[in-house]
């Protein structure tokens, strides 16, 4: 899932809505619903982690 957000990140998506849509796409196993949770989960453990920033409503690499 991370590197899917990198990715989707360095192609130019930066918020919670483009990239869960993003991860939708590349994981069309996943409901929009759950891409989602999956990706505001991922995204908060990222931040912690220091992989990401959040930046008004832009997420972006550290």
């Not at 989707?8 to 619903?33: C, F, H, M, N, W």
């Not at 759950?34 to 008004?56: C, D, F, N, P, S």
């Amino acid at each position: 899932m991370r590197m899917i957000i990198l990715d989707g990140i360095r192609k130019g998506y930066s918020t919670q809505r483009d990239l869960a849509a993003y991860v939708a796409i590349q994981r069309p196993e996943l409901s929009t619903g759950a891409a989602y949770v999956r990706t505001t989960q991922a995204l908060q453990k990222m931040r912690r982690a220091g992989i990401v920033r959040h930046e008004g409503s832009a997420w972006l690499p550290k």
